[in-house]
């Protein structure tokens, strides 16, 4: 449902359509006193951000009375409060509709009203300006409905002469569904639930039951699939619940993920899945349970199979409940939502499910399975330490919502290798931990061991400063780069070397004959620092920048003031007029202008000439982007020299 949503966000707001409709009305309540009343519809799945937001966030809702002065506080309806999973922390902002009432004295007949704002969805942000003129008769006025690409101008200012305009309607959003990732994620956790002592024994077990009881191998094998599919299904059931949730309200799966409190909660629930992995005690669900999935399993057939069937989920809980537990956060972190929880638990249960279907074809192969003893207690006290250097993760996220400070990147990574080398030690036989220690470690403990001390060497790199953002293959699991000990060097993405002028970057371009890469951006856009971070960090990408383009970086939400000699007054097509004023202002115009949008990120790879090399991108993924940038500088290979000539002031 919500990859359709983000579909139809994308194809309906990448073409300069303004998902927040603002309406007016003046009540007049003593002589040059009136109550202005604002209301912005808002359309599904955006945010509109309130007013005086903290620092580090999206831009706050601003009111600026061109004519009249505001009288008392701003009234109106409350708006939803609560973490915010794009901009990672608490804010206030509006869904479907918003209400203020200002009061406000002038002597005007009608009253001028600038309105800024920034509003959101899960993959884009529009920082919009709208421009009212209200009369003081009472008259309710309308924002005009108006293509905020569709601009007439003046003086060729800002105007770029484009060749290859018609890739610009090939442009469109580039999304992958994750679904497959986390499936495969849960068949990961399945099968290492498949290790635990708390199944793994059941398995000869139960398939020679089936094998034994049965009239003929036929029966049997099909009692074993129903057990089997049983488990899936079992398991499919347990993420029904999240879908309620995220039919009533989409952003309660994000609420629980991302909450503070909650996150705290998550820390130490997976401290205490991990003391109980290493054998200080173990957890159960209520002994009762048990017995009556146990009695109900044996009055029926394939209902009693069933009944088998969750009577494995419950009595293996305490072994795979850690695991089970860890899909779920990581499921209701991502933006899937509710579909990608169920399609990790539903690989969690294929592989939890697997040995007792195949085995059953194949019952002599049980003769040959490893018998149970002290390798189960391996694995357990090893997921221990996994959960464990898991449960940082959570008490980070609660470090940077509420700004403590006290766990940055270094430090995050610092612990997660004294667990592991803990965990490492344990493998080569250095303690027994809760247990005696063994005689003679098997060499696979031993191999393992071994990977387990090379991943630490891997996380070493991240404690140092380093140019290109350490550590990619975990990005998104430690704190953010910027969230360190140490400075940051530059204000350009990677400490690249970019341009925050669009003719100052093409006279660069022309200078060493590069295609340029138009990176329409925002100090508030957390969908390009993702970008940012996780697809630029990348060697192949991150060379591609440095030495084959040149980046031009434009903030759309700079309000930085234009001198005054650059700043001019665009006109849209219904004849409304914008005096543009701030740096922010002039670049969100010369992208609507030039590129017909208005959301971020935007990408746009052209060569110095005014050729669009390949259709502009918007968010994607890694392997399109790189596909997309080096599609784009093969097509930029110009043999003409270029002389830098200036249109932009």
Same mark, same amino acid.
């Given at each position: 449902?919500?990859?359709?949503?983000?579909?139809?966000?994308?194809?309906?707001?990448?073409?300069?359509?303004?998902?927040?409709?603002?309406?007016?009305?003046?009540?007049?309540?003593?002589?040059?006193?009136?109550?202005?009343?604002?209301?912005?519809?808002?359309?599904?799945?955006?945010?509109?951000?309130?007013?005086?937001?903290?620092?580090?966030?999206?831009?706050?809702?601003?009111?600026?009375?061109?004519?009249?002065?505001?009288?008392?506080?701003?009234?109106?309806?409350?708006?939803?409060?609560?973490?915010?999973?794009?901009?990672?922390?608490?804010?206030?902002?509006?869904?479907?509709?918003?209400?203020?009432?200002?009061?406000?004295?002038?002597?005007?007949?009608?009253?001028?009203?600038?309105?800024?704002?920034?509003?959101?969805?899960?993959?884009?942000?529009?920082?919009?300006?709208?421009?009212?003129? /209200?009369?003081?008769?009472?008259?309710?006025?309308?924002?005009?409905?108006?293509?905020?690409?569709?601009?007439?101008?003046?003086?060729?200012?800002?105007?770029?002469?484009?060749?290859?305009?018609?890739?610009?309607?090939?442009?469109?959003?580039?999304?992958?569904?994750?679904?497959?990732?986390?499936?495969?994620?849960?068949?990961?956790?399945?099968?290492?639930? /498949?290790?635990?002592?708390?199944?793994?024994?059941?398995?000869?077990?139960?398939?020679?039951?089936?094998?034994?009881?049965?009239?003929?191998?036929?029966?049997?094998?099909?009692?074993?699939?129903?057990?089997?599919?049983?488990?899936?299904?079992?398991?499919?059931?347990?993420?029904?619940?999240?879908?309620?949730?995220?039919?009533?309200?989409?952003?309660?799966?994000?609420?629980?993920?991302?909450?503070?409190?909650?996150?705290?909660?998550?820390?130490?629930?997976?401290?205490?899945?991990?003391?109980?992995?290493?054998?200080?005690?173990?957890?159960?669900?209520?002994?009762?349970?048990?017995?009556?999935?146990?009695?109900?399993?044996?009055?029926?057939?394939?209902?009693?199979?069933?009944?088998?069937?969750?009577?494995?989920?419950?009595?293996?809980?305490?072994?795979?409940?850690?695991?089970?537990?860890?899909?779920?956060?990581?499921?209701?972190?991502?933006?899937?939502?509710?579909?990608?929880?169920?399609?990790?638990?539903?690989?969690?249960?294929?592989?939890?499910?697997?040995?007792?279907?195949?085995?059953?074809?194949?019952?002599?192969?049980?003769?040959?399975?490893?018998?149970?003893?002290?390798?189960?207690?391996?694995?357990?006290?090893?997921?221990?330490?996994?959960?464990?250097?898991?449960?940082?993760?959570?008490?980070?996220?609660?470090?940077?919502?509420?700004?403590?400070?006290?766990?940055?990147?270094?430090?995050?990574?610092?612990?997660?290798?004294?667990?592991?080398?803990?965990?490492?030690?344990?493998?080569?036989?250095?303690?027994?931990?809760?247990?005696?220690?063994?005689?003679?470690?098997?060499?696979?403990?031993?191999?393992?061991?071994?990977?387990?001390?090379?991943?630490?060497?891997?996380?070493?790199?991240?404690?140092?400063?380093?140019?290109?953002?350490?550590?990619?293959?975990?990005?998104?699991?430690?704190?953010?780069?910027?969230?360190?000990?140490?400075?940051?060097?530059?204000?350009?993405?990677?400490?690249?070397?970019?341009?925050?002028?669009?003719?100052?970057?093409?006279?660069?371009?022309?200078?060493?004959?590069?295609?340029?890469?138009?990176?329409?951006?925002?100090?508030?856009?957390?969908?390009?620092?993702?970008?940012?971070?996780?697809?630029?960090?990348?060697?192949?990408?991150?060379?591609?920048?440095?030495?084959?383009?040149?980046?031009?970086?434009?903030?759309?939400?700079?309000?930085?003031?234009?001198?005054?000699?650059?700043?001019?007054?665009?006109?849209?097509?219904?004849?409304?007029?914008?005096?543009?004023?701030?740096?922010?202002?002039?670049?969100?115009?010369?992208?609507?202008?030039?590129?017909?949008?208005?959301?971020?990120?935007?990408?746009?790879?052209?060569?110095?000439?005014?050729?669009?090399?390949?259709?502009?991108?918007?968010?994607?993924?890694?392997?399109?982007?790189?596909?997309?940038?080096?599609?784009?500088?093969?097509?930029?290979?110009?043999?003409?020299?270029?002389?830098?000539?200036?249109?932009?002031?």
């Amino acid at each position: 449902m919500k990859y359709f949503l983000f579909l139809f966000c994308c194809l309906s707001f990448s073409w300069g359509q303004d998902p927040v409709k603002w309406s007016a009305q003046a009540r007049q309540t003593d002589t040059n006193t009136y109550d202005v009343i604002l209301k912005a519809d808002i359309q599904d799945s955006w945010k509109l951000y309130d007013v005086n937001l903290p620092d580090g966030g999206p831009l706050s809702t601003v009111l600026l009375w061109k004519n009249a002065t505001a009288l008392g506080a701003l009234q109106g309806n409350e708006p939803k409060t609560g973490y915010d999973v794009i901009f990672e922390m608490d804010l206030s902002y509006y869904t479907n509709e918003l209400i203020w009432i200002q009061s406000v004295t002038t002597e005007a007949a009608t009253i001028e009203l600038h309105i800024e704002y920034q509003a959101c969805d899960d993959a884009l942000c529009i920082f919009g300006e709208e421009p009212l003129t /209200i009369p003081t008769d009472g008259s309710l006025i309308n924002a005009v409905e108006r293509d905020l690409t569709n601009v007439q101008f003046g003086g060729n200012k800002l105007k770029l002469d484009l060749k290859n305009t018609e890739l610009l309607e090939a442009s469109g959003p580039n999304v992958k569904a994750s679904w497959w990732r986390i499936f495969v994620l849960g068949l990961l956790g399945g099968f290492l639930a /498949i290790l635990t002592p708390c199944v793994f024994p059941l398995i000869p077990l139960t398939v020679s039951y089936f094998s034994k009881s049965s009239l003929s191998r036929a029966v049997g094998i099909r009692r074993s699939l129903s057990y089997a599919f049983s488990i899936i299904g079992i398991y499919a059931l347990l993420s029904l619940p999240f879908h309620f949730l995220d039919q009533l309200r989409p952003e309660v799966l994000n609420a629980i993920a991302t909450n503070v409190v909650l996150n705290l909660i998550f820390f130490a629930v997976f401290v205490i899945f991990a003391l109980s992995f290493f054998g200080l005690f173990d957890l159960t669900l209520p002994a009762n349970w048990s017995t009556k999935s146990d009695e109900a399993a044996t009055r029926f057939s394939y209902l009693g199979i069933f009944f088998m069937a969750l009577t494995l989920a419950v009595v293996s809980f305490s072994c795979t409940g850690p695991i089970l537990g860890s899909l779920l956060v990581g499921s209701l972190t991502a933006d899937g939502g509710a579909m990608q929880l169920t399609a990790g638990m539903v690989g969690f249960g294929a592989a939890l499910a697997l040995p007792f279907g195949i085995l059953s074809f194949f019952p002599n192969v049980l003769r040959k399975l490893p018998k149970s003893g002290g390798w189960l207690q391996h694995v357990k006290v090893s997921l221990g330490f996994v959960e464990l250097a898991l449960a940082l993760k959570f008490l980070s996220n609660a470090d940077m919502v509420q700004g403590w400070g006290i766990l940055p990147r270094e430090l995050f990574i610092a612990i997660w290798m004294l667990i592991l080398i803990l965990w490492a030690v344990y493998l080569f036989g250095g303690f027994g931990f809760m247990h005696p220690k063994p005689k003679k470690n098997h060499a696979i403990q031993m191999a393992l061991g071994v990977l387990v001390f090379f991943f630490v060497m891997y996380l070493g790199q991240g404690v140092v400063p380093n140019r290109q953002t350490p550590l990619r293959a975990l990005s998104g699991f430690p704190p953010p780069a910027f969230y360190s000990v140490f400075p940051k060097e530059s204000d350009c993405p990677l400490n690249l070397d970019c341009y925050k002028d669009y003719e100052i970057g093409r006279a660069v371009a022309i200078e060493q004959q590069k295609p340029i890469l138009l990176d329409f951006t925002g100090w508030a856009c957390v969908n390009c620092r993702k970008v940012e971070e996780n697809i630029w960090t990348q060697p192949e990408v991150y060379t591609l920048l440095r030495d084959e383009i040149v980046l031009i970086s434009l903030y759309v939400d700079d309000r930085k003031p234009l001198p005054e000699a650059e700043q001019q007054t665009i006109t849209y097509a219904d004849g409304s007029s914008r005096l543009l004023e701030t740096v922010g202002q002039k670049w969100s115009a010369f992208q609507a202008i030039n590129f017909k949008s208005v959301s971020q990120p935007y990408y746009v790879l052209l060569h110095p000439d005014g050729t669009i090399l390949n259709p502009p991108i918007q968010y994607t993924d890694k392997a399109t982007y790189l596909s997309w940038l080096k599609e784009g500088i093969a097509a930029g290979k110009s043999p003409q020299p270029l002389v830098p000539t200036f249109g932009i002031e």
